[in-house]
C-alpha cells in the first residue's frame, strides 16, 4: 500500500529565520535636551572664567607679605630698648686713691695657664653683653693662620692670589724645568668654567684700533672664490691646487685689484679619516698671481660654497669588503660542519679535524672582519669642485697689473 506524499508548501508561507528584535530608538527630546544643558554649562562656565579674569585685573595684585608687623629676630629682643636700662657692670674697680678693703688679699701678677680672663668673659657674656675682641690676640691669631697655611702651601707656585704674587716675583727670572713652566701656566689661567676677577671687572676692550697698514688691503674675513684643479683621495696625504674664479679686490675701496681671476691656490689635505667622517681638511699655504708673485698663506681653512670646514663629495665606507670577508667565513664554516658524517660512530679523527677547523675558521672570520672594520673610509673630492678659501689673517698686496703692461711702462 502506498503512502501519500505531504503536500508540498508554497516558498513564501515557510518562515527559515526567527523575526528579528525591535531595535530601541532613543527618545530625541531627551538627546536635545541632553545637547542643550551640555551647551549651556559650556557657555556658563567660558562666562565665569573670563569675567573672573576681569575681576582680578580690577582689583590688583594681593599682598604678597604682612608689612604691618616686622619679624625681629631673638636677640634684638633680648636687648635693652634704651642707655637707661643697661644693666651695672658685674665688678666695680675702686679708684686709684680709694684703699682697698681689709679683707681683700692682694694679687700678684697672672701666671700662665691663669683661667681667670676667659671666667670674666664668660660671665660677661652671660650678663646680656660682650667686649669685642682684643687687637692683639687677633693679630697673633692672624699671624698663626698665615704660617700654618704657608706651612701647607706648595714648593712651586700655585693658583689663585699667591700664584700672582710669585708670578710676579719670578717674572725677571728664568724657568729652570718644564714643570715650573706649566705651574706657571696653570697659575695665570682660570679654572674651568670660572672667569678670571680682571676681565670681570674691565669695562674696555684690551685691543685698540689699528691703522691700516697699506691701502691694498685683503683684511681677514674676506671669502676667496676658488675651484680645484686636482682631485683628493684620502688613502694619503698629498698636495692640491685651485685656481680662483673670481677677481679679489681690496677691503676699503673695492676699486683695486689685488688677486686677479686665474691665480692659482696651492695647498695640502690631511689623510687622518675617522669611522664615520664624511669631510676631507684642507689648508691653503700659498697663492701664485699670473706674473709669477706669490705671497705665503699661514695655513687658511678650505670650506664648501656654504661656508662649512671641509669638502665633501664621494664616501667610500668599504661595506662590499666588510660583507665580502663574512659570507666568506660563514661559507668556511658550513663546509666544515658538513664534511664530518652525521654518525658519530665512525673515526674520531674525522670529528677532530672537523672541530679544530671550526675553530680556526672561526678565528680567522673575527680577525678579518675587525681588519676590515679598522680600515677608515676614503673620501674623494672631484676636480672642478666649488672651493671657498677663508681669509683668516690680513693680506697686504700691491695693485696686479699684467706683467706686459708693467715692461712696457718701465723706460
Given at each position: 500500500m502506498e503512502t501519500q506524499a505531504a503536500p508540498k508548501l508554497p516558498p513564501e508561507s515557510v518562515a527559515l529565520r526567527a523575526p528579528p528584535r525591535p531595535v530601541t530608538r532613543l527618545n530625541r527630546r531627551m538627546l536635545v535636551a541632553l545637547s542643550g544643558a551640555l551647551v549651556l554649562a559650556i557657555l556658563g562656565a567660558t562666562w565665569w572664567s573670563l569675567h573672573s579674569s576681569q575681576r582680578r585685573a580690577m582689583e590688583g595684585p594681593g599682598e604678597l607679605h604682612n608689612v604691618e608687623r616686622i619679624a625681629r629676630?631673638?636677640?634684638?629682643?633680648?636687648?635693652?630698648?634704651?642707655?637707661?636700662?643697661?644693666?651695672?657692670?658685674?665688678?666695680?674697680?675702686?679708684?686709684?686713691?680709694?684703699?682697698?678693703?681689709?679683707?681683700?688679699?692682694?694679687?700678684?701678677?697672672?701666671?700662665?695657664?691663669?683661667?681667670?680672663?676667659?671666667?670674666?668673659?664668660?660671665?660677661?657674656?652671660?650678663?646680656?653683653?660682650?667686649?669685642?675682641?682684643?687687637?692683639?690676640?687677633?693679630?697673633?691669631?692672624?699671624?698663626?693662620?698665615?704660617?700654618?697655611?704657608?706651612?701647607?702651601?706648595?714648593?712651586?707656585?700655585?693658583?689663585?692670589?699667591?700664584?700672582?704674587?710669585?708670578?710676579?716675583?719670578?717674572?725677571?727670572?728664568?724657568?729652570s724645568a718644564p714643570s715650573q713652566f706649566d705651574s706657571l701656566l696653570a697659575g695665570l689661567s682660570p679654572p674651568q668654567g670660572e672667569q678670571s676677577p680682571t676681565t670681570a671687572t674691565e669695562t674696555r676692550n684690551r685691543g685698540e684700533l689699528q691703522p691700516p697698514a697699506s691701502p691694498y688691503q685683503v683684511m681677514a674675513g674676506t671669502v676667496i672664490a676658488a675651484a680645484l684643479v686636482t682631485g683628493i683621495r684620502s688613502d694619503l696625504p698629498g698636495e692640491v691646487i685651485a685656481t680662483v674664479t673670481e677677481p679679489v679686490y681690496d677691503t676699503a675701496t673695492g676699486r683695486h685689484l689685488l688677486i686677479p681671476q686665474g691665480s692659482r691656490l696651492l695647498g695640502r689635505y690631511d689623510s687622518d679619516v675617522g669611522y664615520g667622517q664624511r669631510r676631507v681638511q684642507v689648508v691653503w699655504q700659498r697663492v701664485i698671481l699670473p706674473d709669477t708673485s706669490s705671497l705665503t698663506l699661514?695655513?687658511?681653512?678650505?670650506?664648501?660654497?656654504?661656508?662649512?670646514?671641509?669638502?665633501?663629495?664621494?664616501?667610500?665606507?668599504?661595506?662590499?669588503?666588510?660583507?665580502?670577508?663574512?659570507?666568506?667565513?660563514?661559507?668556511?664554516?658550513?663546509?666544515?660542519?658538513?664534511?664530518?658524517?652525521?654518525?658519530?660512530?665512525?673515526?674520531?679523527?674525522?670529528?677532530?679535524?672537523?672541530?679544530?677547523?671550526q675553530e680556526v675558521i672561526n678565528q680567522v672570520g673575527q680577525e678579518v672582519t675587525r681588519r676590515n672594520l679598522d680600515v677608515q673610509p676614503t673620501l674623494t673630492i672631484r676636480a672642478g669642485m666649488p672651493v671657498r678659501v677663508l681669509v683668516g689673517r690680513d693680506l697686504v698686496l700691491r695693485p696686479y697689473r699684467p706683467a706686459a703692461l708693467r715692461v712696457g711702462a718701465e723706460p
Open positions: 629676630t631673638e636677640a634684638l629682643d633680648r636687648l635693652p630698648e634704651d642707655y637707661t636700662k643697661l644693666p651695672p657692670p658685674l665688678l666695680a674697680m675702686p679708684e686709684e686713691d680709694e684703699a682697698l678693703p681689709p679683707d681683700v688679699p692682694e694679687l700678684g701678677e697672672p701666671l700662665p695657664g691663669d683661667l681667670g680672663a676667659p671666667i670674666l668673659r664668660a660671665e660677661r657674656e652671660a650678663q646680656g653683653y660682650a667686649y669685642g675682641e682684643d687687637p692683639a690676640e687677633a693679630e697673633r691669631l692672624a699671624q698663626v693662620k698665615e704660617a700654618e697655611e704657608a706651612m701647607r702651601s706648595p714648593v712651586f707656585f700655585g693658583g689663585g692670589a699667591r700664584a700672582s704674587r710669585g708670578v710676579d716675583g719670578a717674572a725677571t727670572g728664568s724657568l699661514d695655513g687658511f681653512v678650505g670650506a664648501d660654497p656654504a661656508g662649512y670646514a671641509g669638502l665633501e663629495d664621494g664616501v667610500n665606507m668599504h661595506w662590499r669588503r666588510l660583507f665580502a670577508g663574512a659570507a666568506l667565513t660563514t661559507l668556511l664554516g658550513v663546509g666544515a660542519e658538513l664534511a664530518a658524517p652525521e654518525n658519530r660512530d665512525g673515526n674520531r679523527i674525522v670529528y677532530a679535524g672537523r672541530d679544530s677547523a
